[in-house]
C-alpha cells in the first residue's frame, strides 16, 4: 500500500531558529515528491517538486532533499519567519498516474 | 504555475439542502481537474478526478449521487453537494493538472469551507 509518514506531527520554534521536516514514503513505482505549504483556510502551495535523480532543490529559505534509496525526504527551513507557520506536507506521485499520496501534513508554529 | 480560483471560499447551509461549489482555471484550460476533501487536522482525500466532457471517476466510498461533479468546460469544474448533512461539513479543495515533459503539476485552488448545520 502506497503511504506517506511525516514526522514530526507538530513543531514549536522561535523565530530566526532553523528546522527540519521528515517524510518517509513507500511509494511504488516513484515518479516524484513534493512539499506543499498550506496556511491555515487555504489550499496548498507548491514548494518544491524533484524527481527520481534530484537530491536536493531550494526554494529560497526552504531547501528539500530527497534519498531515494531509504525512500526519505526533508525539507528544512532557513532562518524561520513568523509567516511560516503553516501545515507543510509531503506529497507523492506514483508513475505512470496522476493520483497523488498525501502525508498528514506537520504542523508548524513560529514563535515571536 | 497555474491560477485556481474557488467559489464560494466559504458557505453555511441547512441540513437537506444542495450546495454548488465551483473551481476555476484562470490562466490554462484544464482537461482535468481534482476535487479533494479536508477534515481538520487530516490530510487531503481525493473524492474524484473530474474530466472535461466526460463523467467524473469517483474514488471508493465516495458517493457519486451525493456529490455531483460537473465538468462542462476546459475551465470550469462545479461539485454539487446535494442533500448536505452535518457530516458533510469539511474543506473541499481542487486543483488542476498541468502536464509538464518530465511530470505533471497540480495547483490547488484556496478551499470552500462548508458547515451544514
Known amino acids: 500500500k502506497n503511504q506517506v509518514e511525516q514526522s514530526p506531527q507538530s513543531l514549536i520554534i522561535l523565530e530566526g531558529k532553523n528546522c527540519t521536516l521528515q517524510?518517509?514514503?513507500?511509494?511504488?513505482?516513484?515518479?516524484?515528491l513534493r512539499w506543499y505549504k498550506q496556511d491555515t483556510g487555504r489550499g496548498p502551495v507548491s514548494l518544491t517538486i524533484?524527481?527520481?535523480?534530484?537530491n536536493t532543490k531550494s526554494n529560497g529559505r526552504y531547501t528539500a532533499t530527497l534519498d531515494a534509496d531509504t525512500k526519505q525526504s526533508s525539507l528544512h527551513i532557513t532562518a524561520s519567519q513568523l509567516s511560516d507557520s503553516a501545515s507543510y506536507i509531503c506529497?507523492?506521485?506514483?508513475?505512470?498516474?496522476?493520483?497523488?499520496?498525501f502525508g498528514k501534513g506537520t504542523m508548524l508554529l513560529v514563535s515571536p | 504555475g497555474a491560477v485556481v480560483s474557488q467559489h464560494p471560499s466559504w458557505v453555511i447551509c441547512k441540513s437537506g439542502t444542495s450546495v454548488k461549489i465551483e473551481c476555476r482555471s484562470l490562466?490554462?484550460?484544464?482537461?482535468?481537474m481534482f476535487w479533494y476533501r479536508q477534515f481538520p487536522k487530516q490530510s487531503l482525500m481525493l473524492m474524484a478526478t473530474?474530466?472535461?466532457?466526460?463523467?467524473?471517476?469517483?474514488e471508493q466510498g465516495v458517493e457519486k449521487d451525493k456529490f455531483l461533479i460537473n465538468h462542462a468546460s476546459l475551465t470550469l469544474s462545479t461539485l454539487t453537494v446535494t442533500s448536505a448533512h452535518p457530516e458533510d461539513s469539511s474543506f473541499y479543495i481542487c486543483?488542476?493538472?498541468?502536464?509538464?515533459?518530465?511530470?505533471?503539476?497540480?495547483?490547488f485552488g484556496p478551499g470552500t469551507r462548508l458547515t451544514v448545520l
Open positions: 486543483s488542476v493538472r498541468l502536464a509538464g515533459i518530465t511530470h505533471d503539476t497540480q495547483y
Open positions: 517524510c518517509n514514503y513507500t511509494v511504488s513505482p516513484f515518479s516524484n
Open positions: 524533484m524527481t527520481f535523480s534530484e
Open positions: 506529497v507523492v506521485s506514483v508513475s505512470g498516474y496522476s493520483t497523488l499520496t
Open positions: 490562466d490554462f484550460q484544464a482537461t482535468t
Open positions: 473530474s474530466n472535461e466532457g466526460s463523467k467524473a471517476t469517483y
